[in-house]
């Protein structure tokens, strides 16, 4: 069975240029979530998607930042503009209709905003 | 409010024995323990749901005292696979949503 996927794995881009990053969830999973770590602090949530649904983007930094996930499947994560300060490592994690406290994480994306 | 771990990095040799803790400001009923090799995904370790409940992963334990808020992970005689950034996460009142400590760096040498 295939885990989560997140494309690319590195992306380095200028301030003020727009970044798209992509999760495939586990097969099935109805969860999908971006987290973010930045410069070795916290894994700090940013939302959180239940098929098609935004559940919850109370961690959202700022209107930058698009969230997406069309039919239910795979999802996509819009920075526009970028700034410095969204450098860092972007994860999806993805878990199943019944939580169990286990999430699922990809291997993430480092995001260098120079 | 994200927990706190401590330390934040430690060098171990291979067999030697390490804790990692893991406290919170706030009541807890369930601390969540993931693995993140370089590069790699994290992956989840454990997690602990009863106050004193303990578990264990391969030689990896944890133990979990609700009333001090907080758990620890102990690393028994440790082995060059266990080397990785281990986090701990606390639920929140939000499904699936997890608060992260700021992980701590383990490096096992031979």
């Known amino acids: 069975e295939a885990g989560v996927t997140q494309f690319p794995s590195h992306s380095v881009i200028e301030k003020g240029q727009t970044v798209t990053l992509r999760c495939d969830p586990i097969?099935?999973?109805?969860?999908l979530y971006w987290y973010r770590r930045v410069m070795g602090k916290e894994i700090k949530f940013l939302l959180h998607?239940?098929?098609?649904?935004?559940?919850?983007e109370s961690g959202m930094p700022n209107n930058r930042f698009l969230a997406e996930r069309t039919g239910g499947t795979y999802s996509t994560l819009k920075v526009q503009p970028a700034e410095l300060e969204d450098s860092g490592v972007y994860f999806c994690?993805?878990?199943?209709?019944?939580?169990?406290?286990?999430?699922?994480f990809g291997s993430g994306t480092q995001l260098s905003v120079l | 409010q994200q927990p706190v771990q401590s330390p934040q990095a430690v060098i171990l040799r291979e067999g030697e024995d390490a804790v990692i803790n893991c406290s919170s400001s706030?009541?807890?009923?369930?601390v969540h323990w993931y693995r993140q090799k370089h590069g790699e995904a994290p992956v989840f370790l454990m997690i602990?749901?009863?106050?004193?409940e303990q578990k264990g992963h391969e030689k990896i334990s944890a133990s979990f005292n609700e009333k001090k808020q907080q758990s620890s992970l102990y690393l028994t005689a440790s082995q060059l696979s266990y080397s990785g950034t281990y986090f701990c996460?606390?639920?929140?009142?939000?499904?699936?949503?997890?608060?992260f400590g700021a992980g701590t760096q383990v490096v096992v040498t031979p």
């Open positions: 994690a993805s878990s199943g209709g019944d939580w169990d406290g286990k999430l699922f």
């Open positions: 097969s099935g999973h109805d969860n």
């Open positions: 998607f239940v098929k098609e649904s935004k559940q919850d």
């Open positions: 706030k009541a807890l009923y369930s």
């Open positions: 602990l749901l009863k106050g004193g």
């Open positions: 996460g606390t639920p929140t009142d939000s499904w699936g949503k997890l608060q």
